[in-house]
């Protein structure tokens, strides 16, 4: 299947840093990525789908100011966690959707830590 | 009408018996339904996935059922194995809707040797 990579896979930042996560497709372009939010034994909770060249659409709850989003190629986007807080301590997934198959390909998630 | 339910919550299953996993849906306008496997620390790996327009999809020792009039479909993992423990979540999507998935609550499967 495809490979979707995010980096880093972990990170530990002071509360009111900023954080940024890269998610990218290797081997296929992604007309559209995702941006899930795990906790600990839960769900993942779909923050906003990207597309490519436009706007992210953020999911009821999710603050767009503080979880900035950008997908500036096919192959890449990123989240941005801005002014972090320790309740922004989470496991962060993103996947990725060609829009020719029927499968979301997950990246390996990113475990993100504010003290 | 968007949530999937998932159960049961965690499963014990000895070695090479059969693991059950159920799902039910609200929402008709599904029709596409992936199972997803997940090992801690990692993201979710798609396992296998039907349509409405069949009842039953087998996949090496992974199976799933689908009744669409109960709007419900299950896992079956035959001949469990100590590999098989992990994390496993239903979802659901409606694919003109780009692929914009709902995930059940996920069950917490372990596999004793």
């Known amino acids: 299947g495809a490979v979707v990579s995010q980096h880093p896979s972990r990170v530990i930042c002071k509360s009111g840093t900023s954080v940024k996560i890269e998610c990218r497709s290797l081997d296929f372009q992604a007309t559209t990525m995702f941006w899930y939010r795990q906790f600990p034994k839960k769900s993942l909770m779909l923050m906003a789908t990207s597309n490519e060249g436009s706007k992210a659409t953020y999911e009821q709850g999710v603050e767009k100011d503080k979880f900035l989003i950008n997908h500036a190629s096919l192959t890449l986007s990123t989240l941005t966690v801005t002014s972090a807080h320790p309740e922004d301590s989470s496991f962060y997934i993103c996947?990725?959707?060609?829009?020719?198959?029927?499968?979301?390909?997950f990246g390996p998630g990113t475990r993100l830590t504010v003290l | 009408q968007q949530q999937v339910k998932q159960s049961p919550q965690s499963l014990i299953v000895q070695k090479g018996g059969i693991s059950i996993i159920n799902c039910a849906y609200e929402n008709t306008a599904f029709d596409y339904f992936p199972w997803y496997q997940q090992f801690p620390g990692k993201g979710p790996a798609l396992l296998i996935a039907i349509r409405p327009d069949v009842s039953e999809k087998k996949e090496g020792r992974f199976t799933i059922s689908f009744n669409k009039s109960a709007k419900q479909f299950s896992l079956h993992i035959m001949d469990s194995q100590p590999g098989d423990s992990a994390t496993y979540f239903c979802a659901a999507s409606i694919e003109d809707y780009g692929q914009n998935f709902v995930f059940g609550p996920g069950t917490r499967l372990s596999v004793l040797p």
């Open positions: 996947s990725a959707w060609t829009g020719s198959y029927n499968e979301q390909f």
